[in-house]
Each structure stands twice: as structure tokens, then as C-alpha cells.
């Protein structure tokens, strides 16, 4: 049975910073060909993409609204897939998903993302 859990939210104040947890059990982050995305949704907004990363290439996108500010990394002795965030502004504030997938391909087509995370929130302040 697959489990990704996410942690590291938290409240923090603009131009703050955090780092988001995704361990996964059941899972091989390092397996190729496995993709782990990070997602987020606001209040009122649709889920959104927001970085993925491939397993194999270590291939990684982002959403034009965090480049530059969030990295996204996995770390597989621990199994687990980080997103640093700084910077960070108050339009970041969402709930932040992590999800995966293992079919050799890596979007943000969350229809694709067989696993799903039950998600960290993260508040920033002005």
C-alpha cells in the first residue's frame, strides 16, 4: 500500500521561507522512471502544479509563479522528496499536495498522479 505524508507547513511571514516533507512508503522515489509531483491548492482556486521531478533523469519543472524561489529534491537513502520554498509571498498561501506517479512520464496533468498525499498548509503573511 502506497502513503506519501507530507509535513513542514507552517505560518510564516513574507520573504519567509520553508522546506516541505514527502515521504512516501510503499514507493520507491529512486525507482526510474517515477515521478513525484508537488501541487497546491488556495481557497476558492483550482489544484495547481506547482514541481515535479523525475526519477532516473532527475528532470525537474516548476510553475512560472515559483521559479527561481522554489527547488524541489529528492533525497533517496530517506525515500523522500523535498520543496524548498523561499521567498515566499502571500499568494503562496495553499494547501501543498505531494502525489506520484510511475508510468515513465513526468506533468502536471494531476489525472496521471496515481498517489496522492492528504497535504501540509502553508500560510504566509504580508
Known amino acids: 500500500q502506497v502513503q506519501l505524508v507530507e509535513s513542514g507547513g507552517g505560518s510564516v511571514q513574507a520573504g519567509g521561507s520553508l522546506r516541505l516533507s514527502c515521504a512516501a512508503s510503499?514507493?520507491?522515489?529512486?525507482?526510474?522512471?517515477?515521478?513525484v509531483g508537488w501541487f497546491r491548492q488556495a481557497p476558492g482556486k483550482e489544484r495547481e502544479g506547482v514541481a515535479r521531478?523525475?526519477?532516473?533523469?532527475?528532470?525537474?519543472a516548476y510553475a512560472d509563479s515559483v521559479k527561481g524561489r522554489f527547488t524541489i529534491s529528492q533525497d533517496n537513502a530517506k525515500n523522500t522528496v523535498w520543496l524548498e520554498m523561499n521567498s515566499l509571498k502571500p499568494e503562496d498561501t495553499a494547501m501543498y499536495y505531494c502525489?506520484?506517479?510511475?508510468?515513465?512520464?513526468?506533468?502536471?496533468?494531476?489525472?496521471?498522479?496515481?498517489?496522492w498525499g492528504q497535504g501540509t498548509q502553508v500560510t504566509v503573511s504580508s
Open positions: 521531478i523525475l526519477s532516473g533523469s532527475g528532470a525537474t
Open positions: 510503499g514507493y520507491t522515489i529512486s525507482r526510474r522512471g517515477n515521478c
Open positions: 502525489a506520484a506517479r510511475s508510468d515513465n512520464y513526468c506533468s502536471f496533468i494531476q489525472a496521471r498522479f496515481r498517489y
